[in-house]
């Protein structure tokens, strides 16, 4: 078809075959004023033809990575670019009538493409059921297959597969296509299969994967990271293919695939979290470019996308393009061939010498084209036309990279930009690179309006500000708009009898069987349902993993084989840990799961939370919070939220309505599912309202025996003494010596001692003694199984977690962790230190820190580990503060929902009436620093040759300035390592002070550096030894003159040890500042001074 076209123009006469490598070309003839439609287009078709389709396998559509005849590798990235241009050129051929078979030909091109990668994918089944398990770097599938037999060519330790970016491009390509029209899944297996790759790509914010570059860190050593261009990717794959029929117009029920939305949520925190950084080594990379611009548009706030840009472009963009990343030796004449990866202070050989990489000069072009910004794709155009070659036929040929030679490097290190950079041989001798080819042929028709950004995005990835409110899909993430959403609730009452007497006091509520034949379902019931979904046997693909189904998730109606269900969320469900026993905390996570549905609810129907009233709820001092709390659904109000309280056969009109048809094809196998039940009891018969319960007493909580005393003696004597006692902590105790002498299956009486401790820890809770709750709880070595989501949602935000007691070793957490792994740690490094009951109050907190730094996160500012044995410790201190004189308060002995409050009210910024010492025992147990503290610690390094040591550890100078650069993560960290060997949280405190004073004054005094190195403790010594000298001068004088002096607070020295130091003001006369300075400023002028230029004191 293609031989019956008239030949393309040929280029003019002056333009020879190529010289030296060294010159690049100048563009000529490829743009012509007034040149018909058909014959640009059959310019471009015969540019696509040459530099992209002549190389696409004719066995299973992949293309290669490198195009000499002896390359057989396939990448799923690069293939995925070749599609798209392929399939950009058919758009604009659709545009006339005559296209003589072009647009079927580009169209299938892209068709045959996509189905190779997914050929290759399927072909790896089982690697994507064990990854759903176990999303490990040994389990995820291959990113590289040879490019004519779709065959593994690297094993997983010869190359760096996991590349959630790769999964997550080839996911929103797809949905992109079949959306333009095209038909590429053919049937239910291969249905099944994409809804299992968005089961793997779902978990994007917990897999740290090797990222777009291959390499994982920066450091290339074989590390993993989360990276934002992964998770970003991953959130817009899920975000387009969210309820997608992959059969198109044609499709059914059976080929929309389902995507978890609190997961897509999880993906979304995470991506703003991470943001303007790549990683934690990566402080920004040019692979952010196609996730916060085309293809993905991953970014809803403007100013978040404005701030990663900026950053991109003023740190990255160069002459010849942009670099990959700050210190990226890929390739350099520095890097050793010879090694796979780096040795520790390599990074700085590379500095300045990176490679140059034009195609992300084409991505600005883009992403110009699509925000309407002209003069950004002018400015790119320029920058971009001197640096691309033109083919013997007259096409432009985009260089991979431009390169700085051997005999430059020095030149250039000692003055960036200062050396010619030469390009890379792709584009000459028959090599092409494909991926910048295919990108520069889809702004070329952007450019020339062959083609508009709506044909290359036709499920609206990017929406202009003006048009987000009118864009109609099932599911919309676009723009930070406001989000007013009000929320619908049905309150349901357990039973009829609870009905009746909720009536009595104006809450209106149904109960299960008034609200038939809608059905209500707890959870883990849709949780079953689902593991039915894209189940496939010939393909040995299990359905969805069994994940809790989250806030957004129950804010649906279901349609289930035939059965309209509506779910309660997971805050109501019965948790086996103690914390459901405290009304107060239900309230709160309540108003939090609220607050949470109204940030993040995103679609076109309201969403329905539905209120489960037990009757346990209202017994005895619970039933006024709740009544409360009833009252403020009746207002319409809840913590700020708007709230609308109807009947569900009322609400559910106005719902978003998800229909689970995938049930029927395996219907014979499904087991019943168990709807919520009401409870049969006589409905005039009255509600139990025991005797409100105040919180038990001090006295009363307190156990009456000693366990040293009991750990020796007979068995007999304990079983006598636990049955006689009343005491429940006493009876947990004891129960606790017989079960670790005797084990669980010992018999007292009738019962074992399981049995035994679980009559006293559910006794303990309805009485509200919660050190006996708590003393029960450990050893049965309860757990609770939201702690594993509520510490992804603190690493999310940006944060690691520690667990272990204070003062001991902890272990930090910074990657997501299944729920049995959490529990081994918390009770291996609480457990032997004699702090069990601090196994479950760390639960408690970290469930807590959870759904505060989801609501206000803000309060964690400066506080880049969470360090949960600390909190602890400042809490302590927050009760010995309030205690004053008297003994404080035993921490154990508060209900959950007090612990909660007393974290807040730590937490919250100090209040200026207490002591300096109170305020630093506080901020230090916290690891609160501030604003700029890291990048002031780095900028001290790079004065200190020796490096810094503090409690005993060394900060070198080398390799960490080689190694790392300032504003990247992993420094950050690298101090907190370093601090957390400090013991006392006041003195951490004075060190973090120490730190900032010796930067202002390296700041103020450029000519100054330190010769040794800098012992942060001996500085310390000497500052309070000073201060010591002052002191006891002052002292002498009151005691001659007896006029005490009001400007200093008088502590003894000797007892308290540096108890006066610690409680005296940071700043002002004779603060802690001054002596710190004095200190530091000794020890710097015994160091070398730098000449400086403009010295005054210099004599020439």
Request: contains cysteine; proline residues 5%; charged residues 25%.
């Amino acid at each position: 078809m293609a031989d019956s076209v008239a030949a393309p123009p040929r280029p003019h006469p002056e333009v020879l075959r190529l010289g030296s490598i060294y010159e690049p070309l100048k563009l000529s003839s490829l743009h012509r004023e007034d040149e018909p439609l058909w014959e640009k287009l059959d310019r471009y078709y015969n540019a696509v033809k040459t530099t992209i389709l002549n190389y696409q396998s004719p066995t299973t559509g992949l293309f290669p990575v490198k195009t000499c005849s002896e390359c057989k590798e396939a990448k799923v990235r690069d293939s995925l670019y070749c599609a798209a241009g392929a399939w950009a050129l058919a758009m604009a051929y659709r545009r006339i009538d005559d296209n003589m078979g072009r647009t079927h030909e580009l169209e299938h091109s892209a068709i045959k493409c996509m189905r190779g990668i997914l050929y290759c994918y399927m072909r790896q089944a089982d690697k994507v059921e064990q990854f759903k398990q176990d999303p490990s770097p040994s389990k995820c599938l291959h990113s590289v297959f040879d490019v004519d037999t779709g065959d593994e060519v690297h094993s997983y330790s010869d190359y760096h597969h996991l590349q959630i970016d790769a999964v997550s491009l080839f996911l929103l390509y797809l949905v992109e296509m079949i959306c333009s029209g095209l038909q590429i899944i053919y049937n239910t297996d291969e249905v099944s299969f994409i809804q299992n790759l968005v089961f793997c790509v779902e978990r994007a914010y917990r897999v740290p994967d090797y990222g777009m570059w291959e390499r994982g860190s920066k450091y290339n050593n074989g590390s993993t990271e989360l990276h934002s261009s992964s998770v970003g990717l991953a959130k817009a794959a899920l975000e387009a293919i969210n309820g997608f029929n992959l059969f198109g117009n044609q499709g059914c029920s059976w080929s929309v695939i389902f995507v978890d939305l609190d997961a897509h949520n999880r993906n979304r925190q995470t991506l703003c979290s991470l943001l303007p950084r790549e990683s934690r080594s990566h402080n920004t990379d040019a692979a952010l470019l196609p996730t916060i611009s085309y293809p993905a548009f991953a970014v809803d706030d403007d100013a978040l996308y404005s701030q990663t840009l900026d950053k991109i472009v003023r740190k990255l963009r160069g002459k010849y393009g942009f670099k990959r990343f700050i210190r990226d030796g890929y390739r350099t004449t520095n890097e050793d061939k010879d090694r796979r990866y780096y040795k520790p202070a390599e990074m700085k050989l590379f500095d300045g010498i990176e490679y140059e990489f034009p195609i992300f000069f084409i991505y600005m072009m883009i992403d110009g084209v699509f925000r309407g910004n002209k003069a950004q794709v002018k400015e790119y155009q320029e920058l971009l036309d001197p640096i691309i070659f033109q083919s013997y036929e007259g096409h432009a040929v985009v260089p991979k990279y431009y390169y700085v030679p051997a005999d430059f490097v020095e030149a250039e290190q000692n003055k960036h930009g200062s050396q010619k950079r030469f390009p890379s041989n792709s584009g000459r001798d028959g090599k092409v690179f494909l991926w910048g080819q295919a990108l520069y042929n889809i702004a070329k028709l952007l450019v020339d309006e062959l083609i508009s950004p709506k044909d290359i995005d036709p499920i609206h990835r990017y929406v202009p500000r003006q048009d987000q409110r009118n864009v109609s899909m099932r599911y919309s993430n676009q723009g930070p708009i406001v989000n007013d959403v009000v929320i619908h609730v049905a309150l349901i009452a357990e039973s009829q009898r609870l009905q009746v007497f909720l009536n009595t006091y104006g809450i209106q509520t149904q109960t299960p069987q008034q609200v038939e034949p809608i059905q209500i379902w707890p959870q883990k019931e849709l949780v079953k349902a689902y593991r039915f979904l894209a189940i496939n046997k010939k393909l040995g693909l299990s359905g969805r993993p069994e994940r809790p189904v989250g806030c957004i998730g129950t804010c649906k109606i279901y349609r289930i084989l035939g059965k309209t269900v509506v779910c309660y969320p997971i805050v109501f469900d019965l948790s086996d840990f103690y914390l459901s026993q405290d009304v107060m905390l239900l309230i709160d996570d309540i108003t939090n799961a609220l607050q949470f549905i109204k940030q993040c609810w995103k679609m076109q129907g309201r969403p329905l939370f539905l209120v489960l009233i037990r009757e346990d709820n209202i017994k005895g001092s619970r039933f006024n919070p709740v009544l409360d709390m009833l009252a403020s659904f009746k207002k319409g109000n809840i913590g700020g939220v708007k709230v609308h309280v109807d009947r569900l056969q009322t609400l559910i009109s106005g719902a978003v309505v998800e229909q689970l048809d995938f049930l029927r094809v395996n219907e014979a196998e499904i087991s019943e599912f168990k709807s919520f039940e009401e409870l049969e009891l006589p409905k005039h018969s009255k509600v139990k309202r025991q005797m409100s319960t105040p919180n038990a007493s001090d006295l009363e909580q307190q156990p009456e025996i000693s366990v040293e005393e009991w750990l020796d003696k007979p068995t007999n004597e304990i079983i006598q003494k636990f049955h006689d006692s009343n005491c429940l902590a006493s009876q947990a105790q004891l129960a606790g010596i017989l079960l670790r002498r005797e084990g669980p299956d010992f018999l007292t009486k009738d019962e074992n001692l399981m049995d035994e401790l679980e009559r006293i820890y559910r006794r303990a809770g309805s009485r509200k003694l919660w050190l006996a709750v708590r003393h029960a709880a450990v050893i049965m070595k309860k757990f609770a199984s939201s702690i594993a989501p509520h510490i992804t949602t603190i690493l999310v935000n940006g944060k690691q977690v520690t667990l272990g007691l204070f003062g001991h070793e902890e272990e930090v957490i910074s990657n997501p962790l299944s729920p049995g792994v959490i529990q081994g740690i918390i009770y291996s490094k609480c457990s032997p230190h004699g702090g069990e009951r601090e196994a479950v109050l760390q639960q408690e907190l970290v469930i807590h820190i959870g759904w505060i730094i989801s609501n206000n996160p803000e309060l964690f500012s400066g506080m880049l580990k969470i360090r949960v044995g600390w909190i602890v410790q400042a809490m302590k201190h927050e009760l010995k503060i309030r205690a004053g004189d008297m003994p404080p308060q035993d921490i154990y002995q508060l209900s959950p929902s007090d612990i909660k409050q007393l974290l807040l009210d730590v937490l919250q910024p100090q209040n200026t009436g207490r002591s300096w010492l109170n305020r630093r025992q506080i901020d230090g147990s916290l690891n609160r620093t501030p604003l700029g503290f890291y990048d002031r610690v780095w900028q001290i390094l790079e004065r200190t040759p020796n490096g810094i040591r503090v409690a005993g550890t060394h900060l070198p100078q080398q390799p960490t300035l080689s190694d790392m650069t300032m504003y990247e993560m992993n420094f950050s960290l690298l101090v907190e390592d370093k601090l957390k060997k400090i013991v006392l949280p006041e003195y951490r405190q004075i060190i973090v002070e120490l730190l900032m004073v010796v930067s202002i004054l390296l700041e103020r005094n450029p000519e100054l550096e330190f010769s040794d190195q800098v012992d942060l403790d001996i500085l310390v010594k000497e500052a309070f030894s000073d201060f010591q000298k002052d002191h006891s001068s002052l002292e002498g004088k009151e005691k001659q003159e007896c006029d005490p002096s009001p400007s200093l607070p008088l502590l003894p020295l000797s007892q308290d040890g540096m108890e006066a130091f610690y409680n005296t003001p940071p700043v002002g006369k004779r603060s802690t500042s001054s002596y710190l300075t004095k200190a530091v400023m000794i020890q710097l002028l015994q160091g070398d001074v730098k000449p400086c230029k403009d010295d005054p004191c210099s004599v020439s």
